[in-house]
């Protein structure tokens, strides 16, 4: 934080995809991956619980590697998978990006919402994510429409960085392209993985959990909410205080940036 605390201006939401835009994991990229296995006649099946473990490490690469160390007996271990996992990821992508094209995954409540109600307000907008590019671009197109990909400054994605979250990399990239300090943004994200790197980033960071994420420590963030809502669809405050807000709209992220840079 180097910016006087008079001074400090809210400019930028940055979004996390997986888990915070949309709920892609059990239902997208798990199920690609298990196409993926089959499509290479592999005798894996990732289950939801699985899946769940699994979700400790970030990148589709780096999963199918933990995976195979950590999850597989070394006698089960097919010859030659390390070579193969960038191709085997390649085929997953494929898999995934045809499944989000058939609009099977929505955005989660109060997304569009707050991303329109940002636009507006004149927020400038970014993506910071450790999933492939083309997954996010498949995403925004099959939800908030094709003309959306162009009103984020930056989708940070992926192998971009050379670590991925926890790390905080992606955001630090993020802020760099955009040109802003992180006093000047938000962040938006659903898991520890997520958190740690952008606070690692020094970003004040309001987190919305899912099923795989709500035992994570979440101790850090602004607020921690069940879903950003809608009026109507209330959100539940997990921890920190909404001020009497019932879904998260413009007002509540800027009291929320307001206390963190002002603390
Ligand atoms: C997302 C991920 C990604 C996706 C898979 O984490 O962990 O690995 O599950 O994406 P976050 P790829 O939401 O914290 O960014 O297979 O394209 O790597
Ligand atoms: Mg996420």
Not at 62 to 83: C, H, N, S, T, W
Not at 113 to 134: C, F, K, M, N, V
Not at 207 to 224: K, L
Request: hydrophobic share 35%.
């Amino acid at each position: 934080m180097n910016t006087p605390a008079e001074n400090r201006k809210l400019k930028a939401f940055i979004f996390d995809v997986d888990g915070t835009l949309s709920d892609t994991e059990r239902d997208g990229h798990r199920v690609a991956f298990n196409s993926a296995f089959d499509e290479y006649g592999i005798d894996w099946h990732w289950s939801v619980e699985t899946y769940g473990k699994l979700l400790a490490v970030t990148g589709g690469k780096e999963r199918m590697k933990y995976y195979v160390q950590d999850f597989l007996d070394p006698a089960d271990v097919p010859d030659g998978i390390e070579e193969k996992i960038p191709e085997l990821h390649k085929a997953k992508t494929r898999h995934y990006t045809k499944l989000l094209s058939t609009g099977a995954i929505p955005l989660r409540p109060g997304v569009e919402r707050l991303i329109d109600e940002a636009r507006q307000h004149g927020y400038r907008l970014a993506i910071a994510t450790t999933t492939t590019p083309e997954n996010v671009t498949v995403l925004l197109e099959h939800t908030l429409g094709k003309e959306s990909i162009d009103w984020f400054d930056v989708i940070a994605a992926g192998d971009i960085v050379a670590a991925k979250k926890p790390a905080a990399d992606i955001y630090e990239y993020a802020l760099k392209q955009m040109k802003l300090s992180a006093d000047e943004c938000i962040a938006f994200e659903d898991s520890e993985n997520g958190i740690k790197s952008s606070l690692g980033a020094d970003l004040t960071t309001i987190i919305t959990i899912n099923d795989y994420t709500m035992d994570h420590d979440f101790s850090n963030a602004s607020i921690v909410l069940d879903q950003m809502g809608e009026a109507g669809d209330n959100f539940n405050v997990i921890s920190g205080d909404s001020n009497g807000a019932t879904y998260l709209n413009c007002d509540l992220v800027e009291q929320l940036y307001r206390s963190s840079v002002n603390s």
